[in-house]
């Protein structure tokens, strides 16, 4: 297949679809725009929660997965 005929294949592919993320994606794509960094996406409670996991690693106030399942088996 040529370059046109996929070009063509890809606009019928393109206009079967509903699918509202595939057409974001594909914008996306074709524009050449930077994917969003994950963490623009995340809700404030989701940043939060991440947030207060990095400052409990910080604090060393871990424990070891084998500590953890023991503790919860």
Known sequence: MN???EKISLAQLLMET???DIIK???EILSK???TDFWEKLSPEEKAEI???DNEIAREETTSYKKFIK???
């Open 71 to 73: 503790k919860h088996r």
């Open 51 to 53: 947030e207060a996991a």
């Open 25 to 27: 994606s594909i914008r």
């Open 3 to 5: 370059i046109q005929e």
């Open 33 to 35: 725009k930077e994917p």
């Open 18 to 20: 509903n699918d509202p």
